[in-house]
């Protein structure tokens, strides 16, 4: 953290490394695949660099821990987190330190804090896949300051994030529950049931024109390079237009091939798909061709009908439609299910009402989707200013009285040096064989700022 070794620490501070006020204890993990944890099916949670990531049937811990990503973290995103704590029964795998803090000097939580807003440059490494050693995390330099005010920092860090979270948690709860409202509202008014006075039904067979797409032979090369025809699959589904194609095909594909081109307008449902498309639908905002995972409506004229309310309709039954889907092991729609699809009829003028209720509900959400992502990073950015400042002794005041850190953790070494000449010492690992004179340091320079450093490699944790 450069703003933090460029300073001056507190009174009663002194900058020592990580591995001086922890016990590290990465000679106990196990790393456990995914088909042997199934196999042993329990209910100790099972740990890897970024949180839990199954149970297991045994623990190989039981005690307050701090785990500390050793692969597959984003290190160089300040807004990631790096290490957490657990307690309890437990199982890590091999892709986190596992980190048992000196309590005669330190907390857990503060540890935790410090690791999550460290910067990590020149520590983790790598091309692909950033990786924190044992021995570059244990030399990360610490501020240290006194037990007692160590105490007093993450007692306000607890209040003032916590207080963040709730409001965080609040502006979320209330997107959901305008959300479930616009569910409720649609259902109303086009589920099933009796229908209102004045309002008919048809079906989508009777209102439109249905048909689907085809896939153009892959093999033939002819048919995509230097393609013009735009060309859709329901994996763009997921938003109500179709703005932009995925790929495009020649017009050799159109002429050769079953695809046909449908107009800008045509709506387009997912007959199976990936995820969660099944049963979703999206309007064309061009001419396009398209796969066969796609029903295509091309509607008859809107005398009594507008487009937007077909479309609100379809979005309506979406449940209903995945419901409906026929097949095993992947259930689909077919164009017959689509064609019998029931549409309510209200009136022209009702029906623009209801468009303009549901217009002004969509308005509403995007505004409060807006502000509460504004708000998160908001929150996010003062969360991380409040550790900083916490970190760097400017959060809570310092007292005279407390044991000056360096002091404390003088007296801690030299017990430990004490106790391992006693007899035969039980395994001890190299963190924490340090002498008293070697635990204090001097402040450490700022990091180096790699110009090759990958900050945008996504890392992904590894589920062993």
Excluded at 98 to 125: I, K, P, Q, S
Excluded at 225 to 251: H, M
Excluded at 257 to 273: D, N
Excluded at 296 to 310: S, T, Y
Aim: a positive charge.
């Amino acid at each position: 953290m450069s703003r933090l070794t460029e300073m001056e620490l507190p009174a009663g501070w002194t900058w020592t490394r990580l591995g001086n006020v922890v016990e590290v204890l990465d000679h106990q993990r196990v790393p456990v695949s995914a088909k042997e944890r199934a196999q042993r099916p329990g209910d100790v949670p099972y740990y890897g660099a970024t949180g839990q990531v199954g149970w297991i049937d045994t623990a190989l811990f039981d005690e307050e821990l701090v785990l500390l990503g050793e692969d597959g973290v984003q290190f160089f995103d300040r807004s990631k987190p790096k290490a957490y704590m657990i307690s309890g029964p437990a199982w890590v795998n091999n892709h986190a330190h596992v980190l048992r803090v000196c309590r005669d000097v330190t907390l857990a939580r503060f540890v935790v804090h410090y690791l999550n807003t460290f910067n990590y440059e020149g520590y983790a490494n790598g091309t692909t896949r950033l990786k924190l050693t044992k021995s570059s995390m244990t030399s990360i330099p610490v501020p240290l300051p006194p037990l007692a005010e160590q105490q007093r920092i993450v007692e306000a860090l607890d209040d003032h994030l916590s207080r963040s979270d709730a409001a965080t948690r609040s502006l979320i709860d209330a997107g959901r529950r305008l959300t479930s409202l616009r569910t409720s509202l649609l259902a109303s008014i086009l589920g099933d049931g009796e229908l209102p006075v004045g309002w008919t039904s048809s079906t989508i067979g009777e209102l439109a024109n249905v048909g689907t797409g085809a896939t153009p032979l892959k093999s033939r090369s002819e048919y995509y390079e230097g393609g013009t025809v735009p060309w859709v699959t329901s994996s763009l589904l997921n938003s109500s237009l179709i703005a932009e194609p995925e790929k495009y095909i020649t017009d050799l594909a159109v002429q050769e091939t079953s695809v046909k081109v449908y107009p800008a307008g045509t709506i387009l449902v997912a007959m199976y798909g990936e995820g969660k498309t099944r049963g979703k639908s999206a309007e064309l905002a061009f001419p396009a061709t398209t796969n066969q995972a796609c029903a295509a409506i091309v509607l008859h004229g809107e005398k009594e009908f507008r487009k937007p309310w077909i479309k609100l309709a379809l979005e309506a039954q979406y449940i209903k439609l995945r419901r409906l889907s026929a097949g095993g092991v992947q259930p689909n729609l077919n164009l017959g299910l689509i064609r019998k699809i029931e549409i309510a009829l209200p009136p022209r003028s009702e029906q623009e009402k209801i468009l303009a209720q549901m217009d002004n509900w969509s308005i509403a959400m995007e505004r409060l989707r807006v502000t509460v992502a504004r708000l998160q990073a908001r929150g996010d950015h003062l969360q991380k200013s409040i550790v900083e400042r916490a970190i760097s002794g400017q959060l809570v005041p310092q007292n005279p009285a407390d044991e000056p850190a360096s002091v404390l953790l003088n007296r801690s070494c030299a017990e430990r040096e004490a106790q391992s000449g006693k007899g035969k010492p039980k395994r001890v690992t190299r963190s924490r064989q340090v002498t008293a004179a070697a635990a204090v340091m001097p402040a450490p320079p700022p990091p180096a700022h790699s110009t090759d450093a990958p900050t945008n490699v996504v890392q992904q944790e590894l589920p062993l």
